[in-house]
């Protein structure tokens, strides 16, 4: 009887995509990116950058326009992958700065598998599960609580050595700023249940306010207790936002059938993510990809601050 009701269930969240598209429909649009704009998507992870515009950033290659990348972090605190890299139950700084050089070398793969060139994304290696901390302590250096590294380790990055300050992260995402010079900027929404994305939306804003630089805004949410991980593919299901904040202000960008196929194929680059890849791409390989627009922020969006900040929470990935 459970494993009927269970089929059951799954053959409907399979076969309603009419409803789910017909909410979608009740959004503004994004508007296709143009030939002259330059857009810059910022990551606090290596892949959240195809998890959130993986498609938009496709559509805007093709139509000639720039996209550039700048991963803040280079993903090496996540335990799950040191434990199966290394197969040890008890991972070591050395062997989460293999995870760290890992994804760095897959960043790279992804990149050119959506066709972003070399000198257009930036990885800056500061601490996984530590911008956060980083933001709320900006006159400490801060050590990883995977790595142990308390300045950046990567040769592959922006500032190898740069010491894990606010000062210095946010003197990076400016200089990343100063090259790009974009005319469309896309980060996390501040209300991402995820410590570290939400900090990067904070430190986005940051360095934007202090260049005196207002370019368009659009956010992506990928950490959420309303938006479960899928565990059948949805290709032709509609992303909507959590229920309790479907009043916020929410637009769709409607994904073609080649724009869907490619953000499949950058997210399955992300080899070291297993099993977390499969539950991803069921979950936002779907017909749209879904943006926060940054407006007058109402109290709602501005309060809901993420629940889970303690340094020892290991994330949904």
């Not at 598209?21 to 857009?39: F, G, L, M, N, W």
């Not at 946010?170 to 994305?197: C, Y």
């Amino acid at each position: 009887m459970l494993l009927t009701g269970l089929v059951t269930l799954l053959t409907m969240m399979v076969l309603s995509p009419g409803r789910e598209q017909s909410k979608a429909d009740r959004y503004p649009q994004v508007e296709r990116p143009a030939q002259k704009d330059r857009i810059l998507i910022v990551a606090p992870h290596i892949d959240d950058e195809a998890i959130g515009a993986g498609g938009y950033a496709a559509d805007a290659l093709a139509g000639g326009a720039e996209v550039y990348v700048v991963f803040l972090t280079a993903g090496d605190c996540n335990r799950i992958s040191a434990r199966l890299l290394h197969k040890t139950l008890e991972p070591t700084p050395s062997n989460f700065l293999s995870v760290g050089r890992t994804r760095i070398a897959e960043a790279g793969q992804a990149m050119a598998a959506l066709g972003v060139p070399k000198d257009h994304f930036f990885v800056l290696g500061y601490p996984d599960r530590g911008l956060q901390t980083i933001l709320r302590n900006p006159n400490a250096i801060v050590r990883s609580i995977g790595t142990r590294e308390n300045a950046v380790p990567y040769a592959q990055a922006l500032s190898p050595g740069a010491p894990y300050t606010l000062e210095r992260l946010k003197a990076d995402v400016a200089r990343v700023v100063t090259i790009t010079q974009p005319t469309i900027v896309i980060a996390p929404v501040p209300f991402d249940r995820h410590p570290d994305h939400s900090a990067a939306a904070a430190i986005t804003d940051i360095v934007l306010a202090d260049l005196n630089l207002r370019p368009q805004r659009l956010g992506y949410l990928v950490h959420s207790a309303w938006m479960m991980k899928s565990w059948v593919p949805r290709p032709n299901g509609a992303l909507l936002p959590p229920a309790r904040m479907q009043a916020f202000s929410w637009a769709t960008y409607p994904l073609s059938p080649r724009a869907q196929k490619t953000k499949d194929r950058v997210l399955r680059t992300y080899k070291s993510q297993r099993p977390y890849v499969f539950l991803l791409r069921n979950q936002f390989v779907r017909t749209n990809e879904l943006f926060f627009i940054h407006q007058e922020a109402t109290a709602a969006e501005t309060t809901y601050v993420p629940v889970s900040n303690r340094p020892d929470w290991e994330p949904a990935r």
